[in-house]
């Protein structure tokens, strides 16, 4: 019996050490591609713009492992290229149905991935959440959940009437989807820790390739548009939510959901960054029952333009509605402001200069008094 138990102890150390030699691999493969990526928790732009490639990567990679591929045609991110084990998923048969011997078969790139969960399209917009302190702000990221948050009362009336019956409302931006890695990223709160923790499940031969595509791709972006949406607020929520709902309206839809408007601004930015332009068909609609079609979104139907000149269409429009939205609320404000004699707006100005308080707080102390004083 000591031989059988010394031979059992042995065989447990065996299996012990290559754990360990398993989990020192791993956390020395996950130590170099924190360093080679660590600049990214400075850079939060860049941060959101790997994230969003990264999904788009592995969604067309988990597509291309399902559809039948050209045995010619090279798939740089195949389970064989990734260095992983495909990975077989039947699909639950339903009460009283024989089924199928065929299986589905999944690179092992989405290993949470679950074929009988009812894959929702969750619902557009922002969610209705307390203000977080800035801490949380920039540290709570990617809940992926239904919408909830208020949209401003009648903030688009007018702009929303060019797109009444538009199909292309809450379409995601064309080459900005990825619905099975949103719902693996569910709760995840440090984007710089979530790219980390995907990239660690693959070799690193491949991880370094993928660090030079996006690399690449990054800096053309950044060149194309190094001041993306300098005319924007990050602080100002109603100008983000304005551009989000409207660049919903134009079918540029950001592939997941906020959770506060840090993180709305930078959703934003990455759809704007990875996205790849209109359609021909997209473009019909948004010029359907047009009287006056703008020459720049003329050309772009003539002819085929690379995604910058779109985006170049897009930014400009952006900007010139927000201009004109304020413009107009400003002429709103303007004539709802009550008709004051001019002597008596002297004395008003004279008495806001002597206590140090605007006019318009000299008025309502003056009411809210009389109104006191007359006990109504």
Not at 125 to 147: M, R, V, Y
Not at 193 to 216: A, D, Q, Y
Not at 256 to 276: E, G, K, M, S, Y
Not at 338 to 354: E, F, G, N, Q, Y
Request: proline residues 5%; contains cysteine.
């Amino acid at each position: 019996m000591g031989f059988v138990n010394e031979v059992s102890r042995g065989k447990r150390n065996v299996v012990e050490e290559k754990k360990a030699d398993s989990q020192n691999t791993l956390a020395e493969k996950r130590a170099w591609i924190k360093n080679k990526l660590k600049w990214l928790e400075k850079e939060p732009r860049a941060a959101f713009f790997y994230f969003f490639y990264l999904g788009a990567v592995l969604e067309k990679a988990r597509a291309n492992s399902i559809a039948p591929r050209n045995e010619h045609e090279a798939n740089p991110l195949s389970a064989r290229a990734l260095g992983i084990r495909p990975l077989n998923l039947a699909i639950a048969p339903l009460a009283g149905v024989q089924q199928s011997e065929e299986k589905v078969k999944l690179g092992g790139l989405m290993p949470e991935f679950n074929f009988n969960d009812p894959q929702e399209k969750h619902e557009s917009g922002a969610p209705d959440l307390p203000e977080a302190s800035e801490e949380i702000e920039k540290n709570s990221l990617l809940q992926s959940f239904p919408d909830m948050e208020k949209k401003p009362e009648k903030d688009l009336d007018e702009l929303l009437k060019e797109f009444a019956g538009s199909t292309l409302k809450d379409k995601p931006a064309r080459g900005v989807s990825f619905p099975s890695f949103s719902q693996r990223v569910v709760g995840m709160e440090n984007i710089p820790e979530c790219i980390i923790n995907t990239l660690s499940e693959f070799n690193l031969r491949n991880v370094g390739e993928f660090i030079k595509e996006v690399g690449k791709a990054w800096t053309k972006a950044q060149e194309d548009f190094q001041q993306a949406f300098s005319w924007m607020d990050i602080k100002n929520k109603e100008q983000c939510i304005w551009v989000w709902n409207t660049m919903k309206e134009k079918g540029v839809s950001p592939p997941l959901n906020p959770l506060n408007n840090f993180q709305r601004w930078h959703f934003i930015c990455a759809t704007f960054d990875l996205w790849q332009g209109w359609t021909n068909d997209q473009i019909d609609e948004l010029t359907k029952n047009q009287k006056k079609i703008s020459p720049q979104r003329l050309d772009l139907k003539i002819s085929s333009c690379e995604p910058r000149k779109h985006k170049a269409v897009l930014m400009d429009e952006l900007e010139k509605a927000w201009a004109l939205k304020l413009f107009r609320k400003k002429e709103k404000e303007r004539k709802a402001e009550l008709k004051i004699p001019a002597k008596i707006k002297k004395k008003l100005t004279r008495l806001s200069v002597m206590h140090g308080i605007s006019e318009s707080d000299i008025l309502v102390a003056l009411i809210e008094s009389e109104y006191a004083r007359n006990h109504l």
